[in-house]
């Protein structure tokens, strides 16, 4: 089976194709100024980005592994999770508490998802 690697940088791929399924690494926001619910609409609308351009979207999401630097913000990101993910088409997920890359990064998340 082919698998294709897309938007490499030297240390891993921004999507990897592979049997109709849609790998996408972390994610996060790029305006760590913001508090939880901005990175993590803004993070989810680059994923939904992503997505669309390898050939799936939201509703084709298998699984979810989200990552919150402090579970103290655990509500307010599943508000902005829960208003983005359609009825009917939620994925498997975890959410883990998680030191991240840089101390301003709040949310990150990595998808896998079937192609349409």
């Not at 939880?36 to 592994?65: C, F, M, W």
């Not at 883990?96 to 998340?109: K, T």
Request: hydrophobic share 35%.
């Amino acid at each position: 089976m082919e698998i294709k690697r897309y938007e490499g940088t030297g240390r891993m791929s921004r999507a990897v194709v592979h049997n109709n399924t849609v790998y996408l690494c972390g994610q996060t926001c790029g305006d760590e100024d913001k508090g939880i619910k901005e990175q993590t609409k803004i993070t989810l609308k680059k994923v939904e980005d992503l997505l669309n351009k390898y050939g799936s979207d939201k509703s084709h999401i298998l699984s979810a592994t989200l990552y919150i630097k402090d579970m103290s913000m655990f509500s307010e990101m599943n508000e902005i999770w829960d208003d983005w993910i359609e009825d009917g088409f939620e994925p498997a997920r975890a959410c883990v508490e998680a030191q991240m890359a840089r101390e301003s990064i709040l949310f990150e998340i990595s998808v896998i998802a079937a192609i349409k």
